[in-house]
């Protein structure tokens, strides 16, 4: 049963505009989340994370908004770049243990 | 620091053959992931250890797989014997087990085709 649920598998953005990416999560123990980012032939990177005491963190280009009563995330890239072009995957942890589990991506492709 | 290192990058192998994936962490970490990714799934997570024990196998497939981690730099995911769908990307990602708020580190993953 999938906890995280990434319900866009695709998304084209024109270079420069709004790149949003959402995340719905059914697990009401899950505490942090982040935000990986994945280029073919490699593995995920880490790109951004938010605690459930927050309900934004930015960092440069990249900002993060956490709904928790909706059990939903967000990824905004503002402005995106052709370099962004990738596979975004979000993942949520439980209060207990280290293990985050995985949504099934978004492939974001940015057109020049 | 040379990052999670897996090997095979790839792999091609016949239904019904064993198939061995290997993962080297990050020196220090002392927590261990194995994921699949698939098109339907994402990434799923398989197993994960921490100080070299087994946490949680719930997300093994079936008893065809199997995994080890007899040291804190070296551990194997089995799958004997193999099927086509088992066909995917299989990741390794090793963290610090108290500092897990960065999420994991990833290796290049192991392509496995099964035919």
């Known amino acids: 049963d999938q906890q995280v649920k990434q319900n866009s598998p695709s998304l084209s953005v024109q270079e420069g505009r709004i790149s949003i990416l959402n995340c719905d999560y059914t697990?009401?123990?899950?505490?942090?989340f982040l935000w990986y980012k994945k280029y073919p032939a490699e593995g995920p990177t880490f790109l951004i994370s938010?605690?459930?005491?927050?309900d934004k963190n930015e960092d440069g280009r990249f900002t993060v908004f956490l709904n928790k009563s909706a059990k939903h995330l967000s990824l905004h890239i503002v402005p995106s770049q052709p370099g962004d072009s990738a596979v975004y995957f979000c993942?949520?942890?439980?209060?207990?243990?280290?293990?985050?589990?995985f949504g099934t991506g978004t492939s974001l492709t940015v057109i020049p | 620091d040379a990052g999670v290192i897996q090997s095979p990058r790839h792999e091609v192998t016949e239904m019904g053959q064993e198939v061995t994936l290997r993962c080297k962490p990050i020196?220090?970490?002392?927590?261990l992931f194995w994921y699949r990714q698939t098109m339907m799934r994402g990434l799923e997570l398989l197993i994960y250890f921490n100080n070299n024990v087994p946490i949680d196998d719930s997300g093994m497939p079936e008893d065809r797989f199997s995994a080890k981690m007899p040291n804190a730099s070296f551990s194997t995911l089995k799958i004997q014997p193999s099927e086509p769908r088992d066909s995917a990307v299989y990741f390794c990602?090793?963290?610090?087990?108290?500092?897990?708020?960065?999420?994991?580190?990833f290796g290049s993953g192991t392509r496995l085709t099964v035919v």
């Open positions: 993942a949520a942890r439980p209060n207990t243990g280290n293990q985050f589990y």
């Open positions: 990602a090793s963290s610090r087990l108290l500092d897990s708020n960065y999420g994991y580190t």
């Open positions: 697990n009401s123990m899950f505490d942090y």
């Open positions: 020196s220090g970490h002392n927590s």
């Open positions: 938010i605690s459930s005491i927050k």
